[in-house]
Protein backbone atom coordinates (compact mmCIF):
# COMPACT_ATOMS: atom_id res chain seq x y z
CA UNK A 1 0.00 0.00 0.00
CA UNK A 2 1.28 3.51 -1.02
CA UNK A 3 2.07 5.82 1.88
CA UNK A 4 -0.43 8.71 1.97
CA UNK A 5 1.69 11.43 3.27
CA UNK A 6 5.32 10.36 2.26
CA UNK A 7 7.09 8.52 -0.69
CA UNK A 8 6.56 5.42 -1.78
CA UNK A 9 5.43 1.43 -0.16
CA UNK A 10 4.54 1.93 3.75
CA UNK A 11 6.27 -1.53 3.79
CA UNK A 12 9.60 -0.26 2.52
CA UNK A 13 11.75 1.58 4.23
CA UNK A 14 15.67 3.15 4.22
CA UNK A 15 16.64 3.86 7.70
CA UNK A 16 19.09 6.72 8.93
CA UNK A 17 21.78 5.33 10.28
CA UNK A 18 23.30 6.60 13.85
CA UNK A 19 26.32 7.69 11.81
CA UNK A 20 23.67 9.76 9.01
CA UNK A 21 21.92 11.07 12.13
CA UNK A 22 24.99 12.34 14.05
CA UNK A 23 26.59 13.54 10.70
CA UNK A 24 23.29 15.98 10.09
CA UNK A 25 22.45 17.05 13.37
CA UNK A 26 25.97 18.63 13.83
CA UNK A 27 26.02 19.99 10.88
CA UNK A 28 22.73 21.22 11.26
CA UNK A 29 21.50 21.57 14.50
CA UNK A 30 19.32 21.17 17.14
CA UNK A 31 15.40 21.28 16.17
CA UNK A 32 11.69 20.69 17.16
CA UNK A 33 9.69 17.91 15.64
CA UNK A 34 6.23 18.41 15.59
CA UNK A 35 4.35 15.07 14.92
CA UNK A 36 2.43 14.85 11.05
CA UNK A 37 -1.30 15.26 11.42
CA UNK A 38 -3.47 12.43 11.66
CA UNK A 39 -5.26 11.16 8.54
CA UNK A 40 -8.54 11.02 10.47
CA UNK A 41 -8.59 14.60 11.34
CA UNK A 42 -7.47 15.61 8.35
CA UNK A 43 -10.52 13.65 6.10
CA UNK A 44 -12.92 15.66 8.59
CA UNK A 45 -11.34 19.22 7.38
CA UNK A 46 -12.76 18.14 3.62
CA UNK A 47 -15.78 20.03 2.28
CA UNK A 48 -18.64 17.52 1.36
CA UNK A 49 -18.64 17.07 -2.73
CA UNK A 50 -21.13 18.88 -4.96
CA UNK A 51 -21.50 16.09 -7.77
CA UNK A 52 -22.16 12.55 -7.74
CA UNK A 53 -22.14 9.76 -10.45
CA UNK A 54 -22.15 6.60 -10.57
CA UNK A 55 -18.42 6.28 -11.95
CA UNK A 56 -17.24 9.35 -10.01
CA UNK A 57 -15.61 8.63 -6.79
CA UNK A 58 -16.22 11.35 -4.20
CA UNK A 59 -15.18 9.65 -0.89
CA UNK A 60 -12.96 11.87 1.47
CA UNK A 61 -10.23 9.62 1.64
CA UNK A 62 -9.94 9.92 -2.46
CA UNK A 63 -10.33 13.14 -2.73
CA UNK A 64 -7.56 13.86 0.10
CA UNK A 65 -4.78 11.10 -1.66
CA UNK A 66 -5.53 12.80 -4.98
CA UNK A 67 -4.98 16.84 -4.03
CA UNK A 68 -1.33 17.10 -3.83
CA UNK A 69 1.89 15.26 -5.83
CA UNK A 70 5.09 14.93 -4.46
CA UNK A 71 6.77 18.28 -4.32
CA UNK A 72 8.14 19.76 -0.92
CA UNK A 73 5.45 22.33 -0.45
CA UNK A 74 3.09 19.19 -1.18
CA UNK A 75 4.55 17.58 2.01
CA UNK A 76 3.88 20.64 3.96
CA UNK A 77 0.31 20.06 2.54
CA UNK A 78 0.02 16.61 3.58
CA UNK A 79 2.06 16.37 6.69
CA UNK A 80 0.55 19.67 8.27
CA UNK A 81 -2.73 19.69 6.88
CA UNK A 82 -2.72 22.31 4.96
CA UNK A 83 -5.01 21.56 1.88
CA UNK A 84 -6.97 24.11 0.65
CA UNK A 85 -8.14 22.57 -2.81
CA UNK A 86 -9.24 18.89 -3.20
CA UNK A 87 -10.62 17.48 -6.69
CA UNK A 88 -14.78 17.64 -6.23
CA UNK A 89 -14.17 13.55 -7.66
CA UNK A 90 -12.02 10.80 -8.65
CA UNK A 91 -12.40 8.61 -11.26
CA UNK A 92 -10.88 5.35 -12.51
CA UNK A 93 -11.59 4.82 -16.03
CA UNK A 94 -10.82 1.12 -17.44
CA UNK A 95 -11.68 2.04 -20.92
CA UNK A 96 -11.33 4.74 -23.49
CA UNK A 97 -15.58 4.61 -23.41
CA UNK A 98 -15.14 5.54 -19.98
CA UNK A 99 -12.70 8.28 -20.72
CA UNK A 100 -15.21 9.96 -23.10
CA UNK A 101 -18.17 9.48 -20.87
CA UNK A 102 -16.13 11.46 -17.80
CA UNK A 103 -15.07 13.83 -20.35
CA UNK A 104 -18.68 14.93 -21.78
CA UNK A 105 -19.71 14.79 -17.71
CA UNK A 106 -17.26 17.55 -16.84
CA UNK A 107 -17.84 19.21 -19.74
CA UNK A 108 -21.48 19.30 -19.08
CA UNK A 109 -20.73 20.16 -15.20
CA UNK A 110 -18.43 23.10 -16.48
CA UNK A 111 -15.63 21.07 -14.56
CA UNK A 112 -12.09 21.08 -15.31
CA UNK A 113 -10.61 17.68 -15.04
CA UNK A 114 -6.56 16.17 -14.44
CA UNK A 115 -5.20 13.75 -15.69
CA UNK A 116 -3.50 11.87 -13.29
CA UNK A 117 -0.71 8.87 -13.67
CA UNK A 118 1.10 8.86 -10.49
CA UNK A 119 0.91 11.86 -8.76
CA UNK A 120 5.19 11.45 -8.61
CA UNK A 121 4.78 15.20 -9.86
CA UNK A 122 7.72 17.12 -7.69
CA UNK A 123 6.46 20.63 -9.41
CA UNK A 124 2.69 20.92 -8.34
CA UNK A 125 1.06 19.45 -11.68
CA UNK A 126 -1.78 17.64 -10.48
CA UNK A 127 -2.89 20.35 -7.71
CA UNK A 128 -6.22 21.55 -8.18
CA UNK A 129 -6.69 25.29 -8.37
CA UNK A 130 -8.97 26.63 -5.70
CA UNK A 131 -10.91 28.79 -7.70
CA UNK A 132 -11.69 25.45 -10.28
CA UNK A 133 -14.03 22.21 -9.40
CA UNK A 134 -11.98 19.64 -10.38
CA UNK A 135 -12.49 15.67 -11.30
CA UNK A 136 -9.22 14.03 -11.19
CA UNK A 137 -8.94 11.11 -13.54
CA UNK A 138 -6.91 8.68 -12.19
CA UNK A 139 -5.29 6.45 -15.01
CA UNK A 140 -4.38 3.48 -12.60
CA UNK A 141 -6.56 0.62 -14.05
CA UNK A 142 -4.94 1.40 -17.46
CA UNK A 143 -2.55 -0.79 -17.19
CA UNK A 144 -1.41 -2.89 -19.50
CA UNK A 145 1.12 -3.65 -22.68
CA UNK A 146 -1.69 -4.67 -25.19
CA UNK A 147 0.34 -5.91 -27.85
CA UNK A 148 4.22 -5.67 -28.70
CA UNK A 149 4.82 -5.97 -32.86
CA UNK A 150 7.92 -7.94 -32.98
CA UNK A 151 8.74 -6.77 -36.14
CA UNK A 152 8.50 -2.94 -35.89
CA UNK A 153 9.76 -3.41 -32.47
CA UNK A 154 7.25 -1.50 -30.98
CA UNK A 155 4.64 -2.04 -27.79
CA UNK A 156 1.61 -0.78 -27.87
CA UNK A 157 1.05 0.25 -23.94
CA UNK A 158 -2.07 1.64 -22.08
CA UNK A 159 -0.80 5.30 -20.47
CA UNK A 160 -1.92 4.27 -16.45
CA UNK A 161 0.61 1.59 -16.40
CA UNK A 162 3.27 2.43 -13.81
CA UNK A 163 7.17 1.55 -14.67
CA UNK A 164 7.01 -2.02 -12.32
CA UNK A 165 4.41 -3.12 -14.63
CA UNK A 166 5.83 -1.85 -18.18
CA UNK A 167 8.42 -4.20 -17.66
CA UNK A 168 6.78 -6.68 -15.72
CA UNK A 169 5.07 -7.40 -18.61
CA UNK A 170 7.69 -6.62 -21.55
CA UNK A 171 10.03 -8.40 -19.74
CA UNK A 172 7.94 -12.10 -19.50
CA UNK A 173 8.44 -12.09 -23.46
CA UNK A 174 12.31 -10.91 -23.63
CA UNK A 175 12.02 -7.10 -23.87
CA UNK A 176 12.02 -3.84 -22.34
CA UNK A 177 11.47 -0.26 -22.53
CA UNK A 178 14.44 0.89 -20.54
CA UNK A 179 12.47 3.42 -18.67
CA UNK A 180 13.92 3.61 -15.54
CA UNK A 181 13.06 7.14 -13.37
CA UNK A 182 13.63 6.90 -9.92
CA UNK A 183 10.03 7.42 -9.57
CA UNK A 184 9.74 4.20 -11.62
CA UNK A 185 7.47 2.37 -9.02
CA UNK A 186 4.73 4.58 -9.08
CA UNK A 187 5.23 6.97 -12.27
CA UNK A 188 3.47 5.89 -15.44
CA UNK A 189 3.77 6.07 -19.19
CA UNK A 190 1.47 9.01 -19.28
CA UNK A 191 2.86 10.87 -16.68
CA UNK A 192 6.62 10.23 -18.04
CA UNK A 193 5.40 11.66 -21.69
CA UNK A 194 3.45 14.59 -20.29
CA UNK A 195 6.74 15.42 -18.77
CA UNK A 196 9.13 15.22 -20.67
CA UNK A 197 10.91 12.62 -17.90
CA UNK A 198 13.90 10.82 -18.03
CA UNK A 199 15.31 7.73 -16.77
CA UNK A 200 18.69 6.90 -15.39
CA UNK A 201 19.91 4.75 -18.40
CA UNK A 202 18.37 7.60 -20.72
CA UNK A 203 22.22 7.81 -22.53
CA UNK A 204 21.61 3.77 -23.90
CA UNK A 205 18.12 3.89 -24.06
CA UNK A 206 17.25 7.62 -24.18
CA UNK A 207 14.29 9.78 -22.48
CA UNK A 208 11.08 9.35 -23.21
CA UNK A 209 11.00 11.41 -26.17
CA UNK A 210 13.02 9.29 -27.81
CA UNK A 211 10.82 6.57 -27.12
CA UNK A 212 7.62 7.96 -27.75
CA UNK A 213 6.32 6.61 -31.33
CA UNK A 214 2.77 7.08 -31.46
CA UNK A 215 -0.51 7.59 -29.35
CA UNK A 216 -3.64 8.60 -28.92
CA UNK A 217 -5.10 11.69 -26.92
CA UNK A 218 -8.29 11.88 -26.00
CA UNK A 219 -10.33 15.17 -25.44
CA UNK A 220 -13.54 16.74 -26.57
CA UNK A 221 -12.48 16.33 -30.16
CA UNK A 222 -12.61 12.68 -29.90
CA UNK A 223 -9.53 10.24 -30.09
CA UNK A 224 -7.06 11.94 -31.82
CA UNK A 225 -4.35 9.98 -33.43
CA UNK A 226 -1.00 11.41 -32.49
CA UNK A 227 1.15 9.65 -35.86
CA UNK A 228 4.31 8.20 -35.64
CA UNK A 229 7.09 7.08 -38.61
CA UNK A 230 10.44 5.94 -38.52
CA UNK A 231 10.88 9.31 -39.57
CA UNK A 232 9.29 11.97 -41.24
CA UNK A 233 9.91 15.43 -43.16
CA UNK A 234 6.16 16.41 -43.39
CA UNK A 235 6.63 19.43 -41.91
CA UNK A 236 6.74 20.20 -37.61
CA UNK A 237 6.54 17.38 -35.79
CA UNK A 238 2.77 16.62 -33.80
CA UNK A 239 4.36 14.29 -31.30
CA UNK A 240 6.22 17.22 -29.82
CA UNK A 241 2.88 18.78 -28.71
CA UNK A 242 2.28 15.93 -26.85
CA UNK A 243 5.59 15.84 -24.91
CA UNK A 244 5.69 18.10 -22.02
CA UNK A 245 1.94 18.54 -22.73
CA UNK A 246 1.59 18.28 -18.47
CA UNK A 247 -2.53 17.38 -19.08
CA UNK A 248 -3.35 20.67 -20.85
CA UNK A 249 -4.38 18.52 -24.65
CA UNK A 250 -6.61 16.05 -22.71
CA UNK A 251 -5.95 12.84 -22.10
CA UNK A 252 -2.72 10.47 -23.26
CA UNK A 253 -4.63 6.97 -23.04
CA UNK A 254 -1.87 5.00 -25.05
CA UNK A 255 1.14 4.98 -26.64
CA UNK A 256 3.63 2.95 -29.02
CA UNK A 257 6.56 3.18 -27.39
CA UNK A 258 10.16 2.29 -29.03
CA UNK A 259 11.27 -1.22 -27.42
CA UNK A 260 14.80 -3.45 -27.29
CA UNK A 261 15.40 -7.04 -26.22
CA UNK A 262 16.36 -7.66 -22.82
CA UNK A 263 20.26 -6.78 -22.62
CA UNK A 264 22.48 -9.89 -22.65
CA UNK A 265 24.24 -7.76 -19.96
CA UNK A 266 23.96 -5.17 -17.63
CA UNK A 267 26.59 -3.92 -15.31
CA UNK A 268 27.60 -0.69 -12.78
CA UNK A 269 30.50 0.14 -11.95
CA UNK A 270 31.97 3.27 -8.90
CA UNK A 271 35.15 4.81 -9.71
CA UNK A 272 36.60 7.38 -7.57
CA UNK A 273 38.63 10.68 -9.02
CA UNK A 274 41.17 12.69 -6.99
CA UNK A 275 38.79 16.18 -7.08
CA UNK A 276 35.75 17.56 -9.00
CA UNK A 277 37.75 18.54 -11.73
CA UNK A 278 39.65 15.39 -12.92
CA UNK A 279 35.63 13.52 -12.65
CA UNK A 280 34.41 16.11 -14.92
CA UNK A 281 36.90 16.37 -17.36
CA UNK A 282 36.94 12.34 -17.76
CA UNK A 283 33.07 11.69 -18.41
CA UNK A 284 32.84 14.85 -20.73
CA UNK A 285 35.96 12.83 -23.03
CA UNK A 286 34.25 9.49 -22.22
CA UNK A 287 31.03 11.08 -23.82
CA UNK A 288 32.85 13.02 -26.29
CA UNK A 289 35.01 9.93 -27.17
CA UNK A 290 31.46 7.87 -27.73
CA UNK A 291 32.25 5.85 -24.98
CA UNK A 292 28.86 3.23 -24.97
CA UNK A 293 28.08 3.24 -21.04
CA UNK A 294 24.15 3.45 -20.66
CA UNK A 295 24.47 5.53 -17.79
CA UNK A 296 27.23 7.99 -16.26
CA UNK A 297 26.67 9.60 -12.84
CA UNK A 298 29.39 11.79 -10.90
CA UNK A 299 29.06 13.32 -7.79
CA UNK A 300 30.76 16.25 -6.06
CA UNK A 301 33.00 15.36 -3.19
CA UNK A 302 30.05 16.12 -0.29
CA UNK A 303 27.58 14.39 -2.40
CA UNK A 304 30.37 11.62 -2.06
CA UNK A 305 30.86 11.82 1.32
CA UNK A 306 26.92 12.22 2.02
CA UNK A 307 26.74 8.98 0.41
CA UNK A 308 29.32 7.39 2.08
CA UNK A 309 27.16 8.24 5.73
CA UNK A 310 24.04 7.89 4.37
CA UNK A 311 24.25 4.20 2.82
CA UNK A 312 24.35 2.44 6.51
CA UNK A 313 27.46 0.34 5.22
CA UNK A 314 29.61 1.23 8.59
CA UNK A 315 31.69 -1.23 7.56
CA UNK A 316 32.44 -0.21 4.44
CA UNK A 317 32.56 2.97 5.06
CA UNK A 318 34.99 3.10 7.95
CA UNK A 319 37.59 0.81 5.50
CA UNK A 320 37.08 3.22 3.01
CA UNK A 321 37.78 6.59 5.21
CA UNK A 322 41.00 4.87 6.38
CA UNK A 323 42.84 3.62 3.56
CA UNK A 324 41.04 6.07 0.63
CA UNK A 325 43.50 9.13 1.75
CA UNK A 326 46.56 7.23 1.69
CA UNK A 327 45.79 6.12 -1.78
CA UNK A 328 45.50 9.94 -2.46
CA UNK A 329 41.80 10.27 -2.65
CA UNK A 330 41.41 12.56 0.19
CA UNK A 331 38.21 14.55 1.04
CA UNK A 332 38.08 16.22 -1.94
CA UNK A 333 37.10 12.72 -3.85
CA UNK A 334 34.24 12.17 -6.68
CA UNK A 335 32.20 9.30 -7.14
CA UNK A 336 31.33 8.16 -10.34
CA UNK A 337 29.09 5.50 -11.05
CA UNK A 338 28.74 3.93 -14.37
CA UNK A 339 26.37 1.77 -15.96
CA UNK A 340 27.23 -0.10 -19.62
CA UNK A 341 24.51 -2.47 -21.05
CA UNK A 342 24.17 -4.84 -24.40
CA UNK A 343 25.59 -7.27 -25.62
CA UNK A 344 28.35 -9.68 -23.84
CA UNK A 345 31.14 -8.42 -25.89
CA UNK A 346 30.59 -4.95 -26.65
CA UNK A 347 29.96 -5.09 -22.97
CA UNK A 348 33.33 -6.52 -21.66
CA UNK A 349 35.04 -4.13 -24.52
CA UNK A 350 33.36 -0.71 -22.80
CA UNK A 351 34.51 -1.64 -19.72
CA UNK A 352 38.03 -2.10 -20.98
CA UNK A 353 37.94 1.36 -22.66
CA UNK A 354 36.40 2.82 -19.38
CA UNK A 355 38.57 1.96 -17.20
CA UNK A 356 41.89 2.52 -19.66
CA UNK A 357 39.80 6.37 -20.04
CA UNK A 358 39.31 6.82 -16.76
CA UNK A 359 42.73 6.04 -16.05
CA UNK A 360 44.23 8.56 -17.85
CA UNK A 361 42.78 10.65 -15.36
CA UNK A 362 44.40 9.33 -12.00
CA UNK A 363 40.52 7.58 -11.37
CA UNK A 364 40.50 4.64 -8.60
CA UNK A 365 40.50 0.78 -9.84
CA UNK A 366 36.96 0.27 -11.20
CA UNK A 367 34.81 -1.16 -7.61
CA UNK A 368 32.14 -3.46 -8.79
CA UNK A 369 30.81 -3.18 -5.36
CA UNK A 370 29.65 0.07 -5.47
CA UNK A 371 27.90 -0.01 -8.90
CA UNK A 372 25.76 -2.99 -7.59
CA UNK A 373 25.23 -2.09 -4.18
CA UNK A 374 23.90 1.23 -6.43
CA UNK A 375 21.86 -0.81 -8.66
CA UNK A 376 20.20 -2.69 -5.99
CA UNK A 377 19.49 0.35 -3.73
CA UNK A 378 18.55 2.78 -6.51
CA UNK A 379 14.87 2.76 -6.31
CA UNK A 380 15.28 2.50 -2.20
CA UNK A 381 17.17 5.89 -2.23
CA UNK A 382 13.73 8.09 -2.35
CA UNK A 383 12.76 6.40 0.50
CA UNK A 384 15.71 8.47 2.71
CA UNK A 385 12.95 11.33 2.50
CA UNK A 386 10.25 9.80 4.78
CA UNK A 387 13.33 9.08 7.43
CA UNK A 388 14.77 12.19 7.05
CA UNK A 389 11.33 14.07 7.58
CA UNK A 390 10.59 11.58 10.57
CA UNK A 391 14.29 12.89 11.85
CA UNK A 392 13.33 16.38 11.93
CA UNK A 393 15.05 17.13 8.01
CA UNK A 394 13.62 18.74 4.81
CA UNK A 395 14.90 17.17 1.48
CA UNK A 396 14.58 18.98 -1.73
CA UNK A 397 16.30 18.97 -5.33
CA UNK A 398 16.87 21.46 -8.13
CA UNK A 399 17.68 20.02 -11.63
CA UNK A 400 18.70 21.80 -15.01
CA UNK A 401 20.90 21.36 -17.68
CA UNK A 402 23.88 23.00 -19.31
CA UNK A 403 26.43 22.85 -21.86
CA UNK A 404 29.99 21.74 -20.40
CA UNK A 405 31.65 25.13 -20.69
CA UNK A 406 28.87 26.28 -17.90
CA UNK A 407 28.52 22.92 -16.43
CA UNK A 408 30.69 23.32 -13.07
CA UNK A 409 29.77 27.03 -13.44
CA UNK A 410 26.45 26.42 -12.71
CA UNK A 411 26.77 23.68 -10.12
CA UNK A 412 28.88 25.62 -7.92
CA UNK A 413 26.66 28.51 -8.40
CA UNK A 414 23.60 26.82 -7.52
CA UNK A 415 25.19 25.43 -4.72
CA UNK A 416 26.38 28.79 -3.20
CA UNK A 417 22.62 30.53 -3.84
CA UNK A 418 21.24 27.97 -1.82
CA UNK A 419 23.76 28.29 1.42
CA UNK A 420 23.74 31.85 1.21
CA UNK A 421 19.64 31.71 1.29
CA UNK A 422 20.24 29.74 4.12
CA UNK A 423 22.21 31.96 5.98
CA UNK A 424 20.30 34.85 5.16
CA UNK A 425 16.96 33.09 6.94
CA UNK A 426 19.51 32.37 9.89
CA UNK A 427 19.82 28.45 8.74
CA UNK A 428 22.04 25.88 8.17
CA UNK A 429 21.89 23.72 4.75
CA UNK A 430 23.91 20.85 3.91
CA UNK A 431 23.97 20.98 0.14
CA UNK A 432 25.57 18.80 -2.94
CA UNK A 433 25.25 18.14 -6.41
CA UNK A 434 25.66 15.20 -9.06
CA UNK A 435 25.61 15.24 -12.82
CA UNK A 436 22.85 12.92 -13.46
CA UNK A 437 22.60 12.49 -17.19
CA UNK A 438 25.54 13.26 -19.43
CA UNK A 439 25.21 14.55 -23.17
CA UNK A 440 27.80 15.22 -26.06
CA UNK A 441 27.54 19.12 -25.13
CA UNK A 442 26.70 19.17 -21.73
CA UNK A 443 25.28 17.43 -18.99
CA UNK A 444 22.42 17.93 -16.45
CA UNK A 445 23.04 19.00 -12.86
CA UNK A 446 21.11 17.58 -9.64
CA UNK A 447 21.29 19.51 -6.73
CA UNK A 448 20.40 18.47 -3.51
CA UNK A 449 19.57 20.22 -0.14
CA UNK A 450 18.98 19.24 3.53
CA UNK A 451 18.13 21.33 6.27
CA UNK A 452 16.28 20.93 9.68
CA UNK A 453 12.44 21.24 9.15
CA UNK A 454 10.91 24.07 10.95
CA UNK A 455 8.25 23.25 13.00
CA UNK A 456 5.62 26.32 11.83
CA UNK A 457 4.66 24.99 8.26
CA UNK A 458 4.17 29.12 7.41
CA UNK A 459 7.61 29.00 7.88
CA UNK A 460 8.96 26.39 6.58
CA UNK A 461 7.06 27.00 3.53
CA UNK A 462 8.83 30.60 3.47
CA UNK A 463 11.86 28.66 3.49
CA UNK A 464 11.28 26.82 0.75
CA UNK A 465 9.71 29.41 -1.51
CA UNK A 466 12.85 32.31 -0.85
CA UNK A 467 15.37 29.29 -1.93
CA UNK A 468 13.14 27.72 -5.29
CA UNK A 469 12.68 31.57 -6.11
CA UNK A 470 16.87 32.58 -5.23
CA UNK A 471 17.92 29.15 -7.37
CA UNK A 472 15.56 29.58 -9.87
CA UNK A 473 16.68 33.12 -11.00
CA UNK A 474 19.74 31.59 -11.02
CA UNK A 475 19.24 29.32 -13.31
CA UNK A 476 18.03 31.51 -15.96
CA UNK A 477 20.98 33.86 -15.21
CA UNK A 478 23.56 31.57 -15.83
CA UNK A 479 21.73 30.20 -18.89
CA UNK A 480 20.53 26.52 -18.31
CA UNK A 481 17.15 25.14 -18.69
CA UNK A 482 14.39 25.50 -15.59
CA UNK A 483 13.58 21.84 -15.76
CA UNK A 484 15.74 18.98 -16.97
CA UNK A 485 12.96 16.07 -16.30
CA UNK A 486 10.71 17.14 -13.80
CA UNK A 487 8.95 19.63 -16.19
CA UNK A 488 6.86 22.91 -15.25
CA UNK A 489 4.14 22.50 -13.60
CA UNK A 490 2.93 25.60 -11.25
CA UNK A 491 6.68 25.73 -9.58
CA UNK A 492 8.43 26.55 -12.46
CA UNK A 493 6.10 28.23 -14.46
CA UNK A 494 7.59 32.09 -13.33
CA UNK A 495 10.25 30.99 -15.10
CA UNK A 496 9.41 29.19 -18.30
CA UNK A 497 9.05 32.65 -20.20
CA UNK A 498 13.03 33.10 -19.70
CA UNK A 499 13.27 30.03 -22.03
CA UNK A 500 10.51 30.08 -24.55
CA UNK A 501 10.25 33.71 -24.72
CA UNK A 502 6.81 35.57 -25.89
CA UNK A 503 6.31 34.20 -29.62
CA UNK A 504 7.07 31.08 -27.89
CA UNK A 505 4.58 31.25 -25.07
CA UNK A 506 1.89 32.18 -27.54
CA UNK A 507 2.37 29.57 -30.01
CA UNK A 508 2.47 26.93 -26.90
CA UNK A 509 -0.79 28.54 -25.82
CA UNK A 510 -2.47 28.53 -29.73
CA UNK A 511 -1.55 24.74 -29.26
CA UNK A 512 -3.60 24.42 -25.66
CA UNK A 513 -6.53 26.49 -27.22
CA UNK A 514 -6.60 24.46 -30.58
CA UNK A 515 -6.63 21.07 -28.61
CA UNK A 516 -8.78 22.03 -25.97
CA UNK A 517 -10.77 25.45 -26.83
CA UNK A 518 -12.60 25.41 -23.59
CA UNK A 519 -10.18 25.28 -21.66
CA UNK A 520 -11.01 22.09 -19.80
CA UNK A 521 -7.71 20.48 -18.86
CA UNK A 522 -5.42 20.99 -16.07
CA UNK A 523 -5.94 24.90 -16.44
CA UNK A 524 -3.29 26.61 -14.90
CA UNK A 525 -0.30 24.11 -15.65
CA UNK A 526 2.92 24.96 -17.22
CA UNK A 527 1.55 28.36 -18.46
CA UNK A 528 -0.94 30.98 -17.27
C1 LIG B 1 11.11 10.24 -5.56
C2 LIG B 1 10.95 10.80 -6.95
C3 LIG B 1 11.90 10.52 -7.90
C4 LIG B 1 11.76 11.03 -9.20
N1 LIG B 1 12.71 10.71 -10.13
C5 LIG B 1 12.55 11.14 -11.41
C6 LIG B 1 13.49 10.76 -12.40
O1 LIG B 1 14.46 10.05 -12.16
N2 LIG B 1 13.27 11.21 -13.67
C7 LIG B 1 12.18 11.97 -13.99
O2 LIG B 1 12.01 12.30 -15.16
N3 LIG B 1 11.30 12.35 -13.05
C8 LIG B 1 11.44 11.95 -11.79
N4 LIG B 1 10.53 12.33 -10.82
C9 LIG B 1 9.40 13.19 -11.19
C10 LIG B 1 8.13 12.42 -11.63
O3 LIG B 1 8.21 11.08 -11.25
C11 LIG B 1 7.97 12.54 -13.13
O4 LIG B 1 7.61 13.86 -13.44
C12 LIG B 1 6.95 11.57 -13.74
O5 LIG B 1 7.07 11.64 -15.13
C13 LIG B 1 5.50 11.84 -13.34
O6 LIG B 1 4.73 10.71 -13.70
P1 LIG B 1 3.33 10.40 -13.01
O7 LIG B 1 2.73 9.25 -13.74
O8 LIG B 1 3.48 10.26 -11.57
O9 LIG B 1 2.52 11.72 -13.39
P2 LIG B 1 1.64 12.65 -12.44
O10 LIG B 1 2.48 13.17 -11.34
O11 LIG B 1 0.41 11.93 -12.08
O12 LIG B 1 1.31 13.81 -13.45
C14 LIG B 1 2.32 14.65 -13.95
C15 LIG B 1 1.76 15.46 -15.13
O13 LIG B 1 1.45 14.58 -16.20
C16 LIG B 1 0.08 14.68 -16.58
N5 LIG B 1 -0.38 13.33 -16.92
C17 LIG B 1 -0.23 12.19 -16.21
N6 LIG B 1 -0.80 11.17 -16.87
C18 LIG B 1 -1.33 11.69 -18.02
C19 LIG B 1 -2.06 11.14 -19.10
N7 LIG B 1 -2.36 9.84 -19.19
N8 LIG B 1 -2.46 11.97 -20.08
C20 LIG B 1 -2.17 13.30 -20.05
N9 LIG B 1 -1.47 13.86 -19.05
C21 LIG B 1 -1.05 13.06 -18.05
C22 LIG B 1 -0.63 15.26 -15.34
O14 LIG B 1 -1.80 15.93 -15.69
C23 LIG B 1 0.44 16.17 -14.79
O15 LIG B 1 0.42 17.40 -15.46
C24 LIG B 1 10.65 11.84 -9.52
C25 LIG B 1 9.69 12.11 -8.54
C26 LIG B 1 9.85 11.60 -7.27
C27 LIG B 1 8.81 11.89 -6.24
Redesign the pocket.
Known amino acids: MKRWNG ?1 GDINKHKPLSNMAYNYLTNLLGKFDITPDIEQKILLKSIPNSKISNSFLNTNPLDRLLHAR ?2 SFPDWISFKHGRIDSFPEAVAYPETQEDIKKIIHFAKYQEMSL ?9 AG ?2 NPNPDSRVITLN ?1 QKMNSVLNINITNRLADIQ ?2 ANGLQIEHQLNSQGYTLGHF ?3 FE ?3 L ?3 I ?2 R ?4 QSYYYGRIEDLFYNGIIENLNGSIPIKGFPASAAGPDIRQFILG ?3 RL ?4 KANMRIRKLPEKEVFYGVLFKNWKLGENAVRTAVQQDLQVSMMRLSDSTETLVNFKLSGENKFVNIAEKYLPKLGFSSNRCMLIFGVTGKKKKVNQTIKEARSIFNTFKSSPLIKYIGKSWNKNRFLI ?1 YIRNSLWDAGFGLDTIETSIQWDKVNFMSEELKKTISVTFEGLGERVLVFSHLSHIYKEGASIYVTYIFRRKSNPDELLIIWETVKKAVSKKIVEVGGTISH ?3 I ?1 VDHKPFVHFEKGKLGLDAISSVINTFDPNGMF ?1 PG ?1 LID
Open positions: WGQIPYGGGTSVHIMAGPQSYSTGGWATSSGHSEGGIITPQHGGNK
